[in-house]
């Protein structure tokens, strides 16, 4: 039996994580052999979704048993639509989890037992496990800073630059210093201010500006995962209607960055242009959609 559980480190000797959807780890364990892998979660910085997304994680993991701290019903509803069962109230070292799973100590959940966008502001269980950006060694300048950008498509640039921090834009700059060629595809550029002299710099400006470019670059890092996992997996995650619980109240559809949802009478999801990138399932009032997977054709 393939069972998972939320954790704060990549080995079976550290603690289960109290929260699903922003955990650092999850270790995905054999219960007969007791060997496991452990996944590095992608989707810990995700402004929403992130347990949305995680289930699916585990769902295209052939996981049937998730053993966490908590759950909330955004997650809890995929794992219903996969057929995995949830265990909450997990804690303590992993490796003592999973063999009181294999006693029979725990019963699965039969409801979630935390509120949507629960952990979404909350530190790490193990704070050393705070991710801090990896250092890129300078390439062929020694500026200050990160240079203009990442590229819109024409090559990571020349050199770090002489920014006064992330520089003036997420796309078309100087960038990261790898030479000119390898580029970043068309994503959508993020204007920033000019940026002001080191002296001038407001310390908690420059922190946010910085968390937000780092968001930014997540999100994109995530499509460019889920794209992968789909092209492996053969199937993709969409989002899905429960027409029975929703109002019409068109929320989802203003949300949807790919207008893939239009209301008649209730919400109807356009499955060829969906991405399944959950924004509509953590914004709905009602708790009408889901995300579900399926083959790559509707």
């Known amino acids: 039996m393939r069972i998972a ?5 990549p080995t079976l000797d550290d603690n289960v994580e109290a929260r699903f959807g922003r955990c650092a780890f999850f270790l995905v364990a054999d219960t007969d052999t007791m060997q496991y892998e452990a996944i590095e979660n992608p989707n810990i910085a995700l402004g929403g979704g992130a347990g949305i997304q995680s289930a699916q994680l585990m769902s295209e993991r052939g996981v049937t048993t998730v053993l966490t701290g908590n759950c909330g019903p955004n997650a809890f509803n995929v794992f219903g639509q996969a057929g995995i069962q949830v265990i909450v109230g997990i804690s ?3 490796r003592n989890a999973v063999e009181q799973f294999k006693a029979g100590a ?6 979630p037992n935390v509120g949507s966008h629960f952990g979404m502001d909350s530190a790490p269980a193990d704070p050393t496990l705070t991710r801090q950006p990896k250092t890129i060694p ?6 200050r800073g990160m240079g203009r950008g990442i590229s819109d498509g024409r090559g990571m640039g020349q050199g770090m630059g002489r920014g006064g921090g992330m520089g003036r834009r997420i796309g078309r700059g100087r960038g ?14 993020v204007e920033q201010p000019a940026s002001p002299s080191e002296s001038d710099v407001d310390p908690a400006q420059a922190r946010a500006s910085l968390k937000n470019e780092l968001q930014v670059l997540e999100q994109q890092k995530h499509q460019i995962e ?4 789909e092209l ?15 109002a019409g109240c068109g929320i989802c559809a203003d949300v949807c960055p790919e207008n893939a949802i239009e209301i008649n009478g209730h919400a109807v999801v356009n499955c060829e242009i969906c991405t399944g990138c959950g924004k509509c ?6 708790e009408a959609i889901v995300i579900t997977s399926i083959r790559n054709s509707c």
């Open 5 to 9: 559980v939320t954790s704060t480190g």
């Open 92 to 94: 303590g070292p992993v």
């Open 106 to 111: 725990f019963s699965s959940a039969s409801e």
């Open 138 to 143: 300078s390439a062929q300048s020694g500026g």
């Open 176 to 189: 990261m210093g790898m030479g000119g060629g390898f580029g970043m595809g068309n994503w959508p550029a």
């Open 226 to 229: 889920q794209r992968i996992r």
């Open 232 to 246: 492996e997996t053969g199937h993709r995650s969409i989002a899905v209607v429960f027409s029975e619980r929703c």
């Open 281 to 286: 399932v953590s914004e709905c009032p009602n």
